[in-house]
């Protein structure tokens, strides 16, 4: 495999990924960006990986009126909350 994107897990994951985000903005929420991680050369050496890994960030849509969005109402691809 010469390129990350041959790899049948991370084609399974990005195939799930952007299932639960299209899933997750007909239900409301609103994408606001991609965060990129671990692409420092001794975290990807450490859990062997040759490329950073990517998630969607998503804004849980307001359900009242007078809550304004801000950062705890965020939302990661792979959070447990």
């Known amino acids: ?3 990350a994107w041959d790899d049948p897990r991370i084609a399974r994951g990005m195939q799930k990924q952007l299932a639960d985000r ?3 903005i007909a239900a409301g929420e609103k994408p606001i960006g991609w965060k990129v991680g671990l692409g420092a050369k001794p ?3 450490r859990l062997n990986i040759t490329m950073p890994v990517v998630g ?3 804004l849980h849509a307001a359900r009242d009126a007078r809550i304004v969005p801000g950062v ?3 939302w990661l691809s792979g959070s447990t909350s």
């Open 1 to 3: 495999m010469t390129n």
């Open 22 to 24: 299209r899933a997750r």
């Open 43 to 45: 975290a990807m050496e």
């Open 56 to 58: 969607q960030l998503l």
């Open 72 to 74: 705890r109402h965020l």
